[in-house]
């Protein structure tokens, strides 16, 4: 199990005060300083964070404990500032609280850096993301931007802010940043003309002619040399620990990040360049003829350069130094001004400038980091209370604005708190604490405030000076017992020499301060002639025409600008009014000694800050009290899960609810009580209590979903599953079954034809033998009745006659079989197979023989019979496929042949073209052939003149090859010598056989078949001779000569 630290742990002194015992102003102290000893520089009052400004770095801000304190409880760590900031961003975001963080404390307590220290927290803990990051940078580096303009070296405070700031960090829902708003407090600028012994102007100046390039001052007409500049405090110039130089780089860093244009920053620059400028400006006194002082410029360098920066004309400027122009309804009066007015004019001028400055850069951050409302973490870092040696205006207004925080901290805390338990019906005692709307009330009060006072003052005609003021207040306050006064009508100061004259002093909560009235009703008015604002408005210079809008002439207004202390007036109340709407968590930040040292703890001062802060008192009332209330419904809603009977649901109400949730718990009786709308915890472990079992139950519930969800994702896979798999069974049954059925099937079509071919053959056997039966009985009986019959008749016949029975008999039956065969035989078709059966079995070899002669005569009636022309080995007689066509050159139809066709004296039986082949090279040329009833006609294919006429009696024989070579010749007739080839070979030796054959008185051609035989030209025997080679030329016979007598025929061989 997970150990759970505590604040209890490892304590230093006590972590919180609340468990100091026994509870005095000195314990207090030493609990502080013990802890500050140990470098525990953060204890708690409750959920009040107090801070010790360890004047030096300690190594506890650093992201490993911003991890630590990451989503724990408040009280679960020792105290640290982390642990509230978590706690009121953890608020904002989980329960959409808008938050507050007020820091409070005296000059150098370390306010600023707390704040710093918040923000950075906020800005780790809360989302990442490109645009997040972006935002959180622009809003961290808006710090050194304002430090820069708005933080100076005091007496106190090496970094002193001389404003007062409260931001506004604007988150979206799920609690990332989205941007911000800033409100500025007036400005403490009457340090931009004057600083007291060891303070310093603002940082910016410095930092300006520390850090900036040659060329920068050059272009800001600026000399890196502080002692050239009036402005500047010599003396504590440099400050320890302070890089000028660094620091001017971050600043221009940060101001690129916020989002400032490069035009900007030099605008910016060339102001703060325009300041120093102007407070080298110098008057001397110059007598008018008519005995009046006026005053000129002594050196009018500076003035030139200054009018170069900010582009005004250097005369108009010098001329709002020398006039005061006043305006009243319709008159315009122009007086001249003496050197004293003239320094106030310039002095004026450059507050003004510095101050509308800064106000500016505020307004131009806003724009960059403004986003509409979501949920608000403000961020309060105000000057902080301050006694110096000559208090002025600015000191008043600061502790006014710290009086009203401290109010406020009345007012949330132990007010409110205590009315709080009044109110609810818990048992109270009331605590004493001093509440200081007595002094807010003598500074703001609206007819009697000193404030209100001072406006009168200022705005009343006739003179008007601080003595008046004073004298007013002097009479006015004087009964007030926080206002002490020398000339006041209480005689109780007549006589107290540490009050001069001309001051008056307040008891302000947190010590009494003494003011110098001088200087009250000028800075209260807060006056710039309007011959400069109308001077500066005409400047050719954008930045600063946007800072003085009044100086516009069309634009004059004569009306009075509110006073200086009306408007901070105004702007705190609205502070006030917006921090009341928000979340309270206060810091109160301590100073441990005057001397900026680490390790030194000054008990007296620490002591005075202890009781001006009222730290006892809320301890007391915290003691007294309870750390922790909360209204029942939230808090039912909260715990609900810790008890079976209040979860899920509680139908009563609300508060019985909390009471058996609280009996269930058995947290003890003197451990909480139960106020009229709220339950109050008495301790902060018993709230942690609560809220450690709620974060186990939590986990516990969200182990139930959990395992709930899961069965149910499990369970809803397994129905899948099942179903699938019965779909898929059933798909598999059928299937399986389907098979066994077709094999069941098979099997018993098999078994059926077995028994059905048992019973058939066991039937067939049993009909044969029946048949056979039959049969034996016929036979018998023919046997019986031939040897009945020839027993019968023998005595009637010859021993002879039955041979002539016999021949008789054989002789019908022959006769009767030709006779039927002849009207049975087949067509004449030789492809035609049929032939008809054999009636009796005796006639076998003739039924066949007949077959074959018939065949042969069908064959040699249609020409094609190998006999007697062919024998069998002739191969002609199986290449014979295409049927006779007799002409094939239709000499009768064919106009062209028209004269040979009329030459023949008889029919043409055939008519084809045939190459005759040269003796000489045995090559062929086409010729006509033509066969007649009595010759062979060989013509000129081309002009149809007859070559050669053999009359066919000539013709005694014609040879050809056994090849398949269309080749024929003849060696038989004087005339008819010849070789020749034919495409129609076997048509033309047929028909010349036939023709041949029928002609009258000639003897039957011959034809001889050899693969050599003679053929006769004119005079000379050739021999040819018929070799199979390979196919040459395709597949054409060649026909080449050998010699005189030889001539050889080359024949392809035929696969
Ligand atoms: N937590 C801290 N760790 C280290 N140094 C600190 C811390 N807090 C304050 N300091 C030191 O104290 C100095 C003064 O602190 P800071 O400027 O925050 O005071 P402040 O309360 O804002 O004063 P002022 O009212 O004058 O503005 C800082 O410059 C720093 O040196
Ligand atoms: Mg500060």
């Known amino acids: 199990m997970e150990v759970k630290t505590s604040l209890l742990d490892n304590m230093i002194g006590v972590g919180d005060m609340v468990l100091l015992e026994p509870l005095s102003e000195d314990s207090f102290i030493e609990n502080l300083r013990n802890r500050f000893d140990h470098n525990e520089i953060y204890t708690y009052i409750g959920s009040v964070v ?124 799920k609690g990332d940043p989205l941007g911000g708003v800033i409100s500025n407090y007036l400005l403490e600028k009457s340090r931009v003309v004057k600083q007291p012994r060891g303070e310093r102007n603002f940082h910016v100046f410095y930092q300006l002619l520390s850090g900036a390039s040659d060329d920068t001052l050059k272009k800001l007409k600026l000399d890196r040399d ?32 916020v989002g400032f244009m490069e035009d900007e920053v030099q605008s910016v620059l060339e102001l703060v360049a325009a300041v120093l400028k102007l407070g080298n400006i110098e008057f001397k006194p110059e007598s008018r003829c008519n005995g009046t002082d006026e005053s000129r410029i002594k050196d009018k360098n500076d003035l030139k350069e200054m009018c170069e920066l900010l582009g005004i004309e250097q005369s108009v400027l010098e001329r709002a130094f020398s006039y ?170 007549i006589t107290d020499h540490s009050l001069p004259h001309t001051c008056f002093r307040i008891q302000h909560y947190a010590g009494k301060v003494l003011y110098r009235a001088e200087g009250f009703v000028d800075k209260n008015n807060d006056l710039l002639y309007r011959d400069l604002s109308q001077a500066m408005y005409k400047a050719n210079h954008s930045l600063i025409k946007q800072l003085f809008p009044e100086g516009n002439p069309a634009k004059v207004n004569l009306k009075r600008p509110p006073t200086a202390g009306f408007q901070f007036k105004a702007s705190v109340g609205t502070l006030m009014r917006n921090l009341q709407t928000k979340n309270p968590n206060y810091i109160r930040c301590i100073k441990p000694n005057d001397k900026k040292a680490s390790h030194i703890f000054t008990d007296s001062l620490v002591c005075h800050q202890v009781r001006y802060l009222g730290l006892m008192e809320n301890v007391r009332v915290r003691r007294a009290g309870y750390a922790f209330r909360q209204a029942y419904e939230p808090c039912l809603e909260r715990y609900k899960m810790l008890c079976k009977r209040t979860w899920p649901h509680w139908s009563g109400p609300a508060r019985e609810g909390v009471e058996v949730l609280m009996a269930d718990l058995k947290v003890p009786a003197e451990e909480f009580s139960y106020g009229r709308s709220k339950i109050f915890i008495r301790n902060p472990r018993s709230l942690f209590f609560l809220e450690e079992r709620r974060r186990q139950c939590l986990q516990n519930l969200a182990t139930l979903i959990q395992k709930i969800y899961r069965g149910w994702k499990c369970r809803t896979h397994f129905l899948l599953l099942k179903k699938s798999q019965i779909v898929v069974s059933a798909w598999y049954r059928r299937y399986a079954q389907q098979k066994k059925y077709k094999k069941i099937k098979s099997a018993t079509t098999v078994v059926q034809s077995y028994t059905r071919g048992w019973q058939a053959r066991k039937l067939l056997r049993e009909l044969k033998y029946q048949k056979r039966c039959k049969e034996a009985v016929t036979t018998i009986a023919a046997f019986w009745h031939g040897t009945q019959v020839r027993r019968e008749y023998r005595k009637f016949f010859r021993a002879n006659a039955g041979k002539k029975i016999y021949d008789f008999t054989i002789q019908r039956i022959m006769q009767k079989y030709f006779l039927g065969l002849k009207s049975t035989l087949p067509s004449m078709s030789p492809i035609d197979k049929s032939w008809p059966a054999r009636p009796y079995l005796f006639l076998d070899g003739v039924h066949t023989e007949l077959r074959t002669v018939f065949h042969h005569w069908r064959v040699s009636q249609l020409c094609l019979c190998p006999s007697p022309i062919f024998n069998s080995s002739v191969k002609y007689y199986l290449t014979v496929s295409q049927p006779f066509r007799g002409d094939y050159l239709e000499i009768s139809k064919n106009p062209k042949y028209q004269k040979l066709n009329s030459a023949m004296e008889e029919k043409v039986l055939l008519a084809d073209v045939v190459n005759k082949i040269n003796r000489a090279n045995g090559k062929g040329t086409a010729r006509i052939f033509l066969l007649t009833k009595n010759s062979v006609v060989l013509a000129d294919q081309k002009t149809g003149q007859v070559k050669a006429s053999v009359p066919l009696p000539d013709l005694t024989s014609v040879s050809v090859s056994t090849q398949s070579d269309g080749f024929f010749g003849s060696a038989s007739a004087i005339k008819g010598d010849f070789l020749l080839s034919s495409e129609h070979l076997i048509e033309i030796i047929t028909k010349l056989h036939r023709t041949g054959a029928t002609a009258a008185d000639s003897e039957q051609l011959n034809i001889d078949i050899s693969d050599e035989f003679l ?34 025929v080359s024949v392809p061989t035929t696969a």
């Open 50 to 173: 107090i801070s010790m400004n360890p004047y030096r770095s300690l190594p506890i801000f650093n992201p490993d404990k911003v991890e630590e304190y990451r989503n724990r409880n408040f009280y679960e760590l020792s105290p640290h500032i982390y642990a509230l900031a978590d706690e009121a961003y953890r608020s904002l975001r989980d329960q959409d609280k808008d938050q507050c963080i007020l820091i409070t404390g005296e000059s150098g307590a370390g306010k600023t850096e707390a704040s710093k220290l918040v923000m950075s927290y906020v800005a780790a803990v809360c989302g990442k993301g490109q645009e997040v990051n972006k935002v959180k940078e622009q809003l961290l580096q808006s710090n050194p931007v304002l430090e820069a303009f708005g933080n100076a070296k005091t007496v106190r405070n090496d970094n002193s802010s001389r404003f007062g700031k409260y931001m506004d960090i604007e988150f979206d829902f």
């Open 226 to 257: 502080f002692s050239k500049y009036n402005y500047l405090s010599l003396d504590s110039a440099a400050v320890n620990g302070l890089d000028d130089a660094a620091n001017f780089r971050t600043v221009k860093n940060a101001m690129q990040i």
């Open 324 to 493: 005061r122009t006043v305006e009243a309804k319709l008159e315009k009066v122009s007086t001249t001004l003496n050197v004293a007015q003239a320094y106030y004019a310039r002095d004026a001028l450059a507050k003004n400038l510095y101050s509308r400055l800064f106000s500016w850069l505020v307004t131009r951050i806003n724009e960059s980091i403004k986003v509409t409302r979501h949920k608000v973490m403000g961020v309060l870092d105000i000057y902080g209370f301050e006694i110096f040696e000559e208090n002025s205006f600015e000191q008043f207004i600061i502790n006014y604005c710290n009086e009203k925080l401290q109010q406020i901290f009345i007012e949330l805390t132990l007010r409110e708190e205590q009315e709080e338990y009044i109110r609810e019906g818990i048992e109270w005692t009331n605590i004493e604490y001093f509440n200081n709307a007595i002094i807010c009330d003598l500074i703001e009060n609206h007819q009697s405030g000193i404030l209100a006072m001072l406006d009168e003052e200022c705005l009343r005609p006739g003179t008007v000076t601080d003595e008046t003021f004073l004298d007013k207040l002097n009479t006015i306050c004087a009964e007030h017992q926080h206002f002490e006064s020398r000339l006041s009508k209480n005689s109780k100061y």
């Open 1015 to 1048: 053929v006769q030209f004119k005079h000379d025997k050739v021999c040819v001779k018929f070799i199979q080679g390979a196919p040459k030329n395709g597949n054409s016979v060649s026909c080449k000569r050998k010699n005189n007598r030889l001539l050889e």
